[in-house]
Each structure stands twice: as structure tokens, then as C-alpha cells.
Nanobody, 122 residues
Framework: QLQASGGGLVQAGASLRLSCAAS????????MGWFRQAPGKEREFVGA?????????DYADAVKGRFTIFRDHAENTVYLQMNSLKPEDTAVYYC????????????????WGQGTQVTVSS
């Protein structure tokens, strides 16, 4: 199971770090992704990190340069560091795990966590 946390209400320009804690099994061999869904919009891909060493990451253009994904295998946790937040980043953020890295980009995953709300005020 995956548990996302760390959301909240912040002002534009602030930073937040979201956590996705895994329980019940190790997700070392899973590629991990972050997604978000704003009201009235479809869920969209935010970024992903590869399994094991996590040497491969990629991000949606809208967050590139501002968001960073990293993982801590010891804690069985994946993080989404969000800097320079903008009002358009407001959404419910979800984490997911997939054995196939590519499928994360089409929002297909083996496990999904529940979402955590991020609200950025202007």
C-alpha cells in the first residue's frame, strides 16, 4: 500500500515536500510516479523515478526545474520536492508504483496511493 502525505495550503513561491510511504512490501523494484488532478481536470503525470537506484527521472514540462523526485529505500518512501509553487499547481497529488517505467507516463500503475491536497494561493 502507498500513503501520500505532506500536502497543505501555501502561498505562491513557497515549497512543499510530499511523501509517499510504502507499507506491506518493499517497492525497491518498482518505478514510482507522482500525478495530480485539479478540479474539473483529468489526472496528469507530474514525474517519475526509476526503480532501485533511481537514476532515471523525468518530469512534466509544467514542473520541470521546480519539482524533484527522489527515493529513500531505507524508509521505503518516495518524495516529491516542490519549489516555487504556483497557483496552477493546486491539485490533489497522488503517488503510484509500476513495474514498467513507461506505463507511468500513460497513468497506468500497479499500485496507487490516496491523494494529498496541495493548495497554492496567489
Amino acid at each position: 500500500q502507498l500513503q501520500a502525505s505532506g500536502g497543505g495550503l501555501v502561498q505562491a513561491g513557497a515549497s512543499l515536500r510530499l511523501s509517499c510511504a510504502a507499507s506491506g512490501r518493499t517497492f525497491r523494484n518498482y518505478n514510482m510516479g507522482w500525478f495530480r488532478q485539479a478540479p474539473g481536470k483529468e489526472r496528469e503525470f507530474v514525474g517519475a523515478i526509476s526503480s532501485r537506484s533511481g537514476t532515471i527521472t523525468d518530469y512534466a514540462d509544467a514542473v520541470k526545474g521546480r519539482f524533484t523526485i527522489f527515493r529513500d529505500h531505507a524508509e521505503n518512501t518516495v518524495y516529491l520536492q516542490m519549489n516555487s509553487l504556483k497557483p496552477e499547481d493546486t491539485a490533489v497529488y497522488y503517488c503510484a508504483a509500476a513495474l514498467n517505467y513507461a506505463t507511468l507516463h500513460i497513468k497506468v500503475a500497479d499500485y496507487w496511493g490516496q491523494g494529498t491536497q496541495v493548495t497554492v494561493s496567489s
